[in-house]
């Protein structure tokens, strides 16, 4: 391998708090010379990034396209190639439902060292911050991550593989048309007392929490995104009054909890290996 070239690391940045960074993505964050960062990852987070480093919104959202998968891919190998260390800063973690295979395939294409650091993943992020253990001895033994937006009608066969199992289902990127999410979850066999949460940006001191069942989930508000989707027995654990009173760090007092983290690692630490 060509000693001249960077090295991209592909970094989860969790949820949305800062405090769930692990002290490896702070770091890199700290020594990144270039951050390519998606539209959810939090503003307190990205103040972590080095004052010196070049960051970039690489961010797709909401069916819109700033910038495409080849580009991004183009944006991180030029970058590496040219020496520099590049952090493709993913929100959640970058092996769930972030694209990392692509982008994976892309670095190896280019004989470009690469290194994934794994961060906590909406669902963990989520049902923590409601409340909602995610498995549970006497209701569910089985825990199923999946994404709301779908290439075609064909998933819903997948979904019914669940409906009458101990499972917990969690939905990713549910959307806001819930009256549709419900009928695929009634097409696919839950029950219609089955109850739901939907967590709207978690961790965060905007978080919100709605619960009803798969019958009463197309009257559902639309949350602020990222949303977040649980189905099964065990939401009926969620916490509403913890949702509502959760302690909010505040903007002001979020940041400098950021600044001093960030002050107590060396500055001039190497990344970890």
Same mark, same amino acid.
């Given at each position: ?78 970058? *590496? #190639? !040219?020496?520099?260390? %590049?952090?493709?800063?993913? +929100?959640?973690?970058?092996? @769930?439902? /972030? =694209? ?64 009458? *199992? #101990? !499972?917990?289902?969690? %939905?990713?990127?549910?959307? +806001?048309?819930?009256?549709? @999410?419900? /009928? =695929? ?89």
């Amino acid at each position: 391998m060509n000693v001249n070239k960077g090295k991209v690391y592909l970094v989860g940045a969790g949820p949305g708090d800062p405090e769930l960074l692990t002290v490896k993505a702070l770091r890199l964050l700290r020594t990144a010379d270039v951050v390519l960062h998606d539209d959810l990852v939090t503003p307190e987070i990205l103040q972590l990034t080095s004052p010196t480093a070049e960051v970039q919104n690489v961010g797709k959202r909401c069916g819109r396209k700033a910038i495409r998968q080849e580009e991004i891919n183009f944006l991180m190998v030029t970058h *590496a #190639a !040219s020496g520099r260390q %590049v952090v493709r800063l993913k +929100s959640g973690d970058p092996l @769930i439902f /972030g =694209r990392a295979g692509e982008e994976i395939e892309a670095l190896r294409q280019a004989d470009i060292e690469y290194e994934i650091v794994p961060g906590i993943t909406a669902a963990l992020g989520a049902a923590a911050a409601a409340a909602i253990p995610l498995t549970h001895r006497r209701m569910s033994s089985t825990l199923v991550l999946t994404a709301g937006h779908r290439a075609s009608d064909a998933d819903d066969s997948d979904w019914s593989r669940f409906a009458s *199992a #101990a !499972s917990t289902l969690v %939905v990713y990127m549910p959307g +806001s048309n819930y009256a549709e @999410i419900a /009928g =695929r979850l009634k097409a696919s066999g839950f029950a219609a007392e089955t109850p739901c949460a939907i967590i709207s940006q978690a961790t965060t001191d905007r978080h919100q929490l709605h619960v009803s069942t798969v019958a009463d989930l197309h009257l559902s508000p639309r949350l602020p995104s990222p949303t977040l989707l649980v189905v099964g027995e065990v939401a009926q654990f969620a916490d509403r009054d913890l949702a509502k009173s959760l302690p909010a760090l505040g903007r002001e007092s979020e940041t400098a909890f950021a600044l001093r983290l960030a002050e107590s690692l060396s500055p001039s630490a190497e990344p970890w290996a």
